[in-house]
């Protein structure tokens, strides 16, 4: 099973990015799909779930209005769409597949850089 971010870097406070996770080796349509975030120095944090389908999202207080998850599950990937973005959002962004029975095994990314930086 792999989980490969992309679409980290350097932007400006405001401006936008968009992360994208593939994932292989594994039912993709089968697995919930999240965004986690760590900065330095502080715990990981959930950022946004989507369902198996993709009929139900949650986001973190901190990201709503500005953050957007959507997945592909013909293409096995999973987005986040980062709208306005500050620099408390600085962090490294992982993927994570979660079994949608609650049953097997979790995979994490190995995560991708963003910096919000005037």
């Known amino acids: 099973v792999q989980l490969v971010e992309s679409g980290g870097g350097l932007v400006q406070p405001g401006e936008s990015l968009r992360l994208s996770c593939a994932a292989s080796g594994l039912a993709f349509s089968s697995y919930e799909m999240s965004w986690y975030r760590q900065a330095p120095g502080k715990e990981r944090e959930l950022v946004a779930t989507?369902?198996?389908?993709?009929?139900?999202?949650k986001y973190a207080d901190s990201v709503k209005g500005r953050f957007t998850i959507s997945r592909d599950n013909v293409k096995n990937t999973v987005h986040l769409q980062m709208n306005s973005l500050k620099p408390e959002d600085t962090a490294v962004y992982y993927c994570?597949?979660?079994?949608?029975?609650?049953?097997?095994?979790?995979?994490w990314g190995q995560g991708t850089q963003v910096t919000v930086s005037s």
């Open positions: 989507i369902t198996r389908r993709g009929w139900s999202t």
């Open positions: 994570k597949a979660d079994p949608a029975t609650g049953w097997g095994s979790e995979y």
